[in-house]
C-alpha cells in the first residue's frame, strides 16, 4: 500500500478516543499546588485539541489567565466552553494561523491587552503528515515547515519583543519532538523540531540578558486525538514503540510544561531538552505510515 493509498485509509476510518476526556482532564491529579499560576498569563497555540487542550486545562486549573490559539474557531471554542463549564474559567481564544507574523502580533499584543501581562508562552502549535520523503510535494514541504518551524519562530520573536519593550521576564517552552535517532515518515517535521531545538538553544543564550527563559520539551507517543492522523494500525503499534511498551497521557506533557515554565521550578532552567518518551530516545522506533515491508522482520 503506497503512501496515499495509506491517507485515503486514515480518512475512511472513523475517528478514536485516544486520551483524556475533558472531564479527566478537569480532574486528573496533578503534582503542584493549584495557585502555581496564580496571577500569570499563558499563551498556547494550537489550543483546541490534542495537547494543547490538555495544557489548557492544565494551566487553568494552576491558576492561570488562559489564552489558547489555533486554525479553526470551533475547536478553540469547545476547549474554553469545556473549561468554563468544568472548572469556572473564562479562556480567551483567537483563530488564526501562526504562518502569518502579522496575524501572531496581533494575538500576542492582544494578550497583553487582555490580561496586562503575559509570563508563558507554549508553542504548542503545529503538525505533519505520514508519507514517505521521497513523495513529498514543495507543497506538503513547505507547509510543514512553514507552521512548526517558521510559525514557532514567529511567536517566539514576537513574545520576546513584548517582553523586552514591557520590561518583564517570560519563558516560553517549545513543544517539539524526540529527534535524535531521526524520524522516518515524517522527515519534514524532524527537520522543523530539529530547527526549533537548536533554535531554542541559540535564543537561550542571547535572550538570557532579557530574564528569557527558553526550553523544549519532546513528548514521544501520547494518547492524544492526534493520533487519528496516522493509520490505525500504526497509531495503535505506537505504544510498543518505547521500553516500557505503553503510551504516554496528555498531563505527563503538561506536567513537564509547568514545571519547565514556573518560576518556583524552573527559574535556573533554560535552553534545556526534555524528552518525555517512556524511553523511545534509547530504544524502540515509530512508523507513522506503517512498517515497509523492506524493515519487517520475523515476529513483527
Known amino acids: 500500500m503506497n503512501s496515499s493509498d495509506k491517507a485515503a485509509r486514515v480518512q475512511l476510518e472513523p475517528p478514536k478516543q485516544w486520551g483524556m476526556t475533558d472531564e479527566e482532564?478537569?480532574?486528573?491529579?496533578?503534582?503542584?499546588?493549584?495557585?502555581?499560576?496564580?496571577?500569570?498569563?499563558?499563551?498556547?497555540s494550537g489550543g483546541g485539541s490534542g495537547l494543547g487542550r490538555a495544557m489548557a486545562y492544565q494551566m487553568a486549573r494552576l491558576g492561570a489567565d488562559v489564552m489558547i490559539c489555533g486554525r479553526r474557531a470551533e475547536k478553540l471554542a469547545e476547549t474554553a466552553t469545556g473549561i468554563e463549564r468544568l472548572l469556572g474559567r473564562a479562556v480567551a481564544t483567537r483563530a488564526m494561523t501562526i504562518r502569518d507574523p502579522?496575524?501572531?502580533?496581533?494575538?500576542?499584543?492582544?494578550?497583553?491587552?487582555?490580561?496586562?501581562?503575559?509570563?508563558?508562552?507554549?508553542?504548542?502549535?503545529?503538525?505533519?503528515?505520514?508519507?514517505?520523503?521521497?513523495?513529498?510535494?514543495?507543497?506538503?514541504?513547505?507547509?510543514?515547515?512553514?507552521?512548526?518551524?517558521?510559525g514557532t519562530w514567529y511567536m517566539m520573536q514576537s513574545a520576546a519583543r513584548q517582553w523586552r519593550d514591557h520590561g518583564h521576564p517570560g519563558s516560553i517552552v517549545n513543544i517539539v519532538a524526540v529527534v535524535s535517532r531521526g524520524m522516518p515518515q515524517v522527515a519534514h517535521t524532524c527537520a522543523a523540531r530539529a530547527g526549533v531545538i537548536y533554535l531554542s538553544k541559540s535564543l537561550a543564550v542571547e535572550w538570557a540578558p532579557l530574564r528569557i527563559r527558553v526550553n523544549c520539551v519532546a513528548p514521544g507517543s501520547i494518547a492524544t486525538d492526534g493520533l487519528n492522523v496516522y493509520p490505525r494500525e500504526a497509531a495503535e503499534a505506537f505504544r510498543v514503540s518505547?521500553?516500557?511498551?505503553?503510551?504516554?497521557?496528555?498531563?505527563?506533557?503538561?506536567?513537564?510544561?509547568?514545571?519547565?515554565?514556573?518560576?518556583?521550578?524552573?527559574?535556573?532552567?533554560?535552553?534545556?531538552?526534555?524528552a518525555v518518551d517512556g524511553g523511545r530516545q534509547m530504544w524502540g522506533e515509530d512508523w507513522p505510515a506503517g512498517i515497509p515491508d523492506y524493515f519487517r522482520v520475523q515476529g513483527r
Open 25 to 44: 482532564l478537569a480532574t486528573h491529579p496533578m503534582p503542584f499546588r493549584p495557585d502555581l499560576f496564580a496571577g500569570k498569563a499563558v499563551l498556547i
Open 102 to 150: 502579522a496575524q501572531v502580533d496581533a494575538l500576542v499584543a492582544e494578550a497583553w491587552e487582555r490580561f496586562g501581562r503575559l509570563d508563558v508562552l507554549v508553542n504548542n502549535g503545529g503538525g505533519q503528515f505520514p508519507q514517505a520523503a521521497i513523495d513529498y510535494t514543495v507543497k506538503g514541504w513547505n507547509a510543514v515547515i512553514d507552521t512548526n518551524l517558521n
Open 242 to 274: 518505547n521500553p516500557m511498551l505503553t503510551l504516554g497521557d496528555a498531563y505527563d506533557i503538561g506536567n513537564a510544561v509547568a514545571y519547565l515554565a514556573a518560576e518556583d521550578t524552573g527559574k535556573f532552567i533554560t535552553g534545556e531538552l526534555l
